[in-house]
Structures are given as structure tokens and as C-alpha cells.
């Protein structure tokens, strides 16, 4: 592993950390976004363009733009509510740190076997022969989720504006 | 053209079956339970959880399964929240978190499967698993695959989701849910896994049995404790899958043709039983089974068809539940459990009494003050309701002819 990995992972882990800890909304969807993007250096970096591309654009890209899309949706809270959810969330998630380092520690040096069957590397062809033909009822599977869940924010989210005004 | 070959074979066809009657059960109690203008926006969610149920049982491949999850997770998610109350957020809110990490257990675990094998196929791993069997990497994946699908079965000690997210959800969600949902995502995944997979090795055994006897006996003394209708209903479900897993758990022929038949039993039982908590909660306005008491002599058909319903959970013969309990406990002691098998027999007298309490607070007794004037529910919830008592019976009194021809041929899948 070079340093360019271990810096990656690094920065990574800490989008992600910072993805559960901050306290707004859309703070956490950009830091979630970013969190994929790094994955999806990664994944150019271990000569898997295809899932590099893939994880930018659906999970970096797409997923952002449904979360930012739900949250748009909401009504903010007031300064004091967020300063008292600031407060509760940092104190919730202080431990977290400490306990990625050392979970990360402990898969680090424990004696397990990866006596994994060695792969190649496949090329753009291939991937897009799995993806089309041996996988396609999976990808129905995929867009019958996305589908879901853009139907469910649409469901829950419409008339939120309208309920609460008459409220 | 589409490549891919469906796992279809007759445990299969059962859970088929189930999930259409299940789900045809809520379409009718929605009609009367959920508003005019919401109605057409619960069918088609109703239709992509019925989607995702049926790829769970169409699935031969690990992650085809894992999508499949998703969808009928996402699905029923939105269908808990579906009114927008404080109740259903919290209670859809616990199923997202807790939904979330048994997808990362699972997801984890098809990770490391996938560097193992080679490929997800079923046939694939399961070949893998034989040739590696004394891996730690292998077993661990494994494990937290299970664990995971214990999340989603809501199985003792994973069930905190579920008596929040059965008793917040609309009447009709809850149906689908206690119903057909845990059981297609957590139970049979479980039982299709074990059998095709990964294999009856005596630590998953010893884990599906101790888990089954731990669900069966937790489930049943909390809903000893319970005065809201539903919950009491809800950890009446999670004490009766534990009998499914704990007849996996035996892993014999017999064991497995007695699993799944308490798996199909289970769902037409439990829906009855929510779609007549449906009925209460509709006509009398209340769940709260303290103040209730004698509303079978107004509600005639409810009544009787919950207790059917509650006589077939309790085991009580000729009832479609007493031959499946029967099936289960006679092949778990045949397996030689036999203690596994006495704690089953001895939580059965529990199911008998919490479902009498319920049955006595209730239906029976003196009429509660305030419902001098109450009337039977509507076509639309008693039609299915008695639908799935006709099924119950019909069961119970037909099962010489469906031991032989339906029920061995199930569990000979091995």
C-alpha cells in the first residue's frame, strides 16, 4: 500500500466521519458526496474505471441530488434548535472517532487468512458485458429501488409545505 | 434478451402463494382504512413491495437477493410513514436504521463471499464454501449474512424495530407487514439460504436453534405484558417465526416441511389477526385493550374469526397452526433436541395465554362502557377476514391429503 492509498483512505474515512457527525442536513449529504468521490479516486487508483465511474456518477452524483432534493423539501430549524441539535449530536457521536481507529486497528493486525481467489483485472468490454447481459435483472432490481425511493420522497414530502401552513 | 434463470421450486411456490393473498388481504382493508385521495399512491406502493417480495423468492444469486431487500425495504418504509404521523415516522425511522445495518452486515459479508467464490450464483458459493469449509473468513461472512437476516426476520435480539413499526404503521401496512414482509425478507432468505447455500454445518444449526427458542419464549412473555392490540400482535409474531427457525434449525426433511408450512400458516394466522385489529381499531377508535371488553356480541364476525385466527396460533387442533407446530416439534425431537423440543411445548401454553387474555379483554366479558351502539366493520375488512379464516380451517381439516402431496414434497428440497 503507498502513501497516496493510506492518504486516500484516510480522507475518506474522515468525509465519512464527518458525514454521521455533522449536525445539518445538507452538510451530511455533501459530506457523503464527497465520501464517494474519494471512493472513487480509490477505484482509479485499483484500475476499476468503470466502477469508479459508475460510483460518481449514481452515488456522488444522482443519490446527492435526491438527498439535497429531500431536504429542500423540509423546513429548516431555528438558530436555537440547531444550536441545541449541534450540541446533542456532537456529544451522541464523540466516541466515534476512537472507535473507527481502533475497530480499524484490530481488523489491521488480526490473523486472518484472505485466502482469496486471485483476480484479473477486467477489462471495459467485459464489465459491460456482465453489466448488460449477465446482470440485467439486477439493474431492473437497481432502478426499481431508485424508482421507490424518488416515489416515497415525492409521497412523503409533497403536500409537507401545504399541512404544515394549514397546521 | 434477459439472462437469468429464477430459483423456482415448490418452498417457492408456497411463498408465491403467500405474498398474493397476503397482499390482496391489505388492498381490501385499504379500501376502507386509507383516504380516497391516498388510495392510489398506497397501490402503487403496495405494487413495488410485491415486486420486491417476489425478486426475494425469484432470486438464485446473493446479490440479486440483496436488491430485491432493498426495494421491498425502501418500499415498506415509505408505506410505515405513509400518514405522516409522529407514531409512523419514529416507527419507519427504527426500520431504516436498523434495516441500514443489516444491509451493511450483508453487503459486508457478499464482499468477502464474492472474493471467496468468485461469483454470488448460489451454486457458486455454496461450492466455494464446501471446498473452504474450515475458513475463518468464509465461516465469519457467513455469520454476519445471518445476523443480518435475523435484522430483517426481527428475531430476538434484533426485534427492536418491529413492535414499533407493525403497531405505527396504517392498518393495512401492518397486515402486508406481520403478514408476509419479515417473512420474504428475513425468514424465508433464512430458510432459502440454509437449504441452498450455506449448508446445515452444526454451528448454524446450534445458531438458528438457539435463536428460535430465544425468540419463541422472549416474544411470547412481552406479549404477555402488552395492552396495546397491536404490539401484542407484534411480539406474537416474532415468538411464532421463532418456530420456523427453530425448525430450520433441526434441519431434517421433516423439520423443513414443517417450517415452511408454520411460514405459510403464519402469514394467513397473523394477517387475520391484523386485519381484525383493523376492524377494532376502525369501528371502536381505540387499541387500547383495556378499554375494551364484550365486542363480540356487536362485532359477530370479528369475533369469531379472531378467535380461529388465535386457535390456530395457539396450536389448537384441527387448525392449520396446530398440525405446523406439531410437524416442527415432532422433527426437532426426532433430530434429537429434545430440550429445545420441550421449551416449544411449554411456550405454546404462553401463545394459549396471552391469546385468551386478549380474547377475554376484548371480545368477551361485559360490553365497555361507550359501545352500547358499535357495529360489525365493513364488507371490506370482513371479506378478507374471512377469507383467511376459510383458508385456516381448510387447512387445518385438509391436512392428511396435504401432508403427502404438498407438505414432504416441500421439505424434500434437500
Not at chain 1, 502513501?3 to 464527518?18: G, K, R, V
Not at chain 2, 400518514?83 to 415516522?89: H, L, M, V, W
Not at chain 2, 381484525?276 to 375494551?292: H, I, P, S, Y
Request: net charge positive.
Amino acid at each position: 500500500m503507498t502513501t497516496i492509498d493510506l492518504l486516500l483512505l484516510f480522507l475518506m474515512m474522515s468525509a465519512a466521519m464527518w458525514t454521521v457527525m455533522t449536525p445539518g442536513l445538507l452538510y451530511s449529504a455533501i459530506g457523503l458526496a464527497l465520501t464517494s468521490a474519494i471512493l472513487s479516486v480509490i477505484m482509479f487508483q485499483l484500475n476499476a474505471p468503470l466502477a469508479a465511474v459508475f460510483e460518481l456518477s449514481v452515488c456522488a452524483g444522482l443519490i446527492t441530488v435526491v438527498f439535497v432534493a429531500a431536504i429542500s423539501l423540509t423546513k429548516p430549524m431555528s438558530k436555537q434548535q440547531e444550536a441545541q441539535h449541534a450540541k446533542t449530536r456532537l456529544k451522541r457521536y464523540l466516541a466515534l472517532p476512537v472507535i473507527v481507529v481502533v475497530l480499524g486497528w484490530m481488523l489491521w493486525s488480526a490473523p486472518l487468512n484472505f485466502d482469496f481467489l486471485p483476480r484479473g483485472i477486467a477489462s471495459g468490454d467485459e464489465v459491460r458485458q456482465v453489466l448488460w447481459n449477465t446482470r440485467r435483472f439486477d439493474l431492473i432490481g437497481q432502478i426499481i429501488v431508485i424508482l421507490t425511493g424518488v416515489f416515497g420522497i415525492v409521497v412523503l414530502f409533497k403536500n409537507r409545505g401545504k399541512e404544515e401552513a394549514e397546521k | 434478451m434477459l439472462v437469468f434463470r429464477p430459483a423456482v421450486d415448490n418452498i417457492s411456490f408456497v411463498m408465491f402463494l403467500a405474498i398474493a393473498i397476503v397482499a390482496m388481504s391489505s388492498l381490501f382493508v385499504s379500501q376502507s382504512a386509507i383516504k380516497e385521495n391516498g388510495r392510489f399512491t398506497f397501490i402503487n406502493l403496495l405494487l413495488l413491495l410485491i415486486i420486491g417480495m417476489n425478486g426475494v423468492v425469484l432470486a438464485n444469486d446473493l446479490f440479486t437477493l440483496y436488491i430485491f431487500l432493498e426495494v421491498t425495504a425502501v418500499a415498506s418504509f415509505i408505506l410505515i410513514a405513509f400518514e405522516k404521523g409522529k407514531n409512523a415516522f419514529e416507527g419507519a425511522f427504527k426500520y431504516v436504521v436498523l434495516s441500514a445495518v443489516a444491509s451493511a452486515l450483508i453487503l459486508a459479508s457478499l464482499a468477502i463471499l464474492l472474493m471467496v467464490s468468485g461469483g454470488l450464483g448460489f451454486y457458486e458459493v455454496k461450492d466455494a464454501l464446501l471446498s473452504s469449509s474450515n475458513s475463518k473468513i468464509a465461516i465469519l461472512a457467513v455469520a454476519v449474512f445471518v445476523v443480518g437476516l435475523f435484522i430483517k426476520g426481527g428475531l430476538v435480539p434484533f426485534h427492536g424495530w418491529l413492535p414499533d413499526a407493525y403497531s405505527s404503521a396504517p392498518s393495512p401496512v401492518s397486515v402486508v407487514l406481520a403478514g408476509i414482509v419479515t417473512k420474504a425478507t428475513g425468514v424465508y432468505t433464512l430458510v432459502r439460504l440454509v437449504i441452498s447455500v450455506f449448508g446445515f454445518s452444526e454451528p448454524v444449526k446450534l445458531m438458528l436453534l438457539l435463536i428460535g427458542t430465544i425468540s419463541i419464549v422472549v416474544g411470547a412473555l412481552a406479549a404477555l405484558g402488552q395492552s396495546d392490540f397491536k404490539r401484542m400482535l407484534s411480539y406474537s409474531s416474532i415468538s411464532q417465526v421463532g418456530y420456523i427457525i427453530l425448525g430450520l434449525g433441526a434441519g431434517t426433511e421433516l423439520a423443513i416441511a414443517g417450517a415452511v408450512f408454520h411460514l405459510f400458516n403464519h402469514a394467513i394466522f397473523k394477517s387475520l389477526l391484523f386485519v381484525n385489529a383493523a376492524a377494532v381499531e376502525e369501528q371502536t377508535g381505540t387499541r387500547n385493550m383495556d378499554k375494551l371488553g364484550g365486542i363480540a356480541s356487536k362485532m359477530p364476525v370479528t369475533g369469531t374469526t379472531s378467535v380461529v385466527a388465535f386457535l390456530s396460533t395457539a396450536g389448537i387442533p384441527p387448525l392449520s397452526g396446530f398440525w405446523s407446530k406439531l410437524i416442527i416439534i415432532v422433527a426437532v425431537w426426532k433430530a434429537g433436541f429434545h430440550g429445545y423440543a420441550a421449551i416449544a411445548i411449554l411456550a405454546s401454553l404462553l401463545t394459549l395465554a396471552y391469546f385468551l387474555s386478549m380474547q377475554r379483554r376484548v371480545f368477551f366479558g361485559k360490553l365497555a362502557d361507550g359501545f352500547a351502539g358499535l357495529k360489525e366493520a365493513g364488507p371490506w375488512i370482513i371479506i378478507p377476514a374471512l377469507i383467511l379464516m376459510l383458508i385456516t380451517v381448510g387447512l387445518g381439516l385438509g391436512f392428511p391429503w396435504l401432508f403427502g402431496t404438498f407438505l414432504m414434497p416441500v421439505g424434500s428440497i434437500l
